[in-house]
């Protein structure tokens, strides 16, 4: 069942992040030349106290040129109404978030810790990875059935 399928098993581990006080095109740049539109905000101590998306920065921008300012701190534009995930919850709740939330990511904390992301194009990947397994098995369950009748 899908509901078996654990959060865990499909986060990325390794992420890059960001600090609250990174400047903005800073930031920028590293969602760039990492091929990534967001990107986690995490604090000295590993705690995540926001979300930097390209949303983000575009609304940075935006700002900055009407102030005619340039730049800024990334915990000025961060998103800081997170949804975040457990590792242990199932990809099927992972989807139920992605669907209600419209986010293209979710962090996955673990007792308030920043543990890895999953995306979108992770849980379609869980789906498709047990869609194939059950599918697989369902063969051999029927060839062992033939084979016996």
């Known amino acids: 069942m899908l509901k078996s399928v654990k959060v865990r098993d499909y986060m990325t ?20 030349s990492h091929h990534i ?29 009407y102030h005619e300012e340039v730049g800024g701190q990334v915990s ?4 800081r109404e997170l949804q975040v995930i457990s590792p ?14 419209r986010r293209r990511r979710l962090p996955v904390v673990e007792n308030d810790r920043l543990v890895g992301q999953i995306s979108r ?13 059950e599918l697989k098995g369902a063969v051999v369950q029927a060839e062992e059935y033939t084979e016996f009748h």
Not at 76 to 79: E, S
Not at 124 to 131: I, T, W
């Open 13 to 32: 581990r390794n992420l890059i992040t960001v600090k609250p006080d990174s400047e903005l095109f800073a930031a920028i740049q590293l969602l760039l």
């Open 37 to 65: 539109s967001g990107t986690p905000v995490v604090d000295d101590t590993g705690h995540l106290v926001g979300m930097l998306s390209e949303g983000d920065c575009l609304k940075g921008i935006i700002a900055g040129a």
């Open 76 to 79: 000025a534009y961060m998103t």
């Open 88 to 101: 242990e919850a199932d990809i099927f709740h992972a989807a139920q978030l992605f669907t209600q939330h």
């Open 121 to 133: 194009c992770d849980v379609l990947r869980a789906v498709k990875e047990f869609a194939q397994h």
